[in-house]
């Protein structure tokens, strides 16, 4: 069973920086990996995602220029730095990881993606 392992999250200034990590509990036939986020009282939103062989990305029009995805094969480590966060982007992050999907494009929609890690809190002050 793939478990995803997620760190990193905290309370922040406007401005600030954040990275995130996301790991999975051993090796898998993993198609891509990927990040969402959902704010008390609004719907879940794609935030980043990565193919895990091409390393293609794709990004939500509202992190797109502040967030920067990436992959390490060797650490098996997937993370999400966060750059110039508003408060705007205090949300419950949650990591996803996607084995079924055969696209050669990250996917952006949550029910692309197989399994989730449990989620951690970024929030950012004004």
């Known amino acids: 069973q793939v478990q995803l392992v997620e760190s990193g999250g905290g309370l922040v200034q406007a401005g600030a920086s954040l990275r995130l990590s996301c790991a999975p509990n051993?090796?898998?036939?993993?198609?891509?990996m990927g990040w969402f986020r959902q704010a008390p009282g609004k719907e879940r939103e794609f935030v980043a995602a990565?193919?895990?062989?091409?390393?293609?990305?794709n990004y939500g029009d509202s992190v797109k220029g502040r967030f920067t995805i990436s992959r390490d094969n060797a650490q098996n480590t997937m993370y999400l730095q966060m750059n110039t966060l508003n408060p705007e982007d205090t949300a419950q992050y949650y990591c996803?990881?996607?084995?079924?999907?055969?696209?050669?494009?990250?996917?952006?929609?949550?029910?692309?993606?197989?399994?989730w890690g449990q989620g951690t809190q970024v929030t950012v002050s004004s």
């Open positions: 051993g090796r898998y036939a993993l198609n891509s």
């Open positions: 996803a990881a996607a084995a079924r999907y055969r696209g050669t494009s990250p996917p952006r929609y949550a029910d692309d993606y197989d399994y």
């Open positions: 990565i193919h895990w062989r091409t390393a293609k990305s």
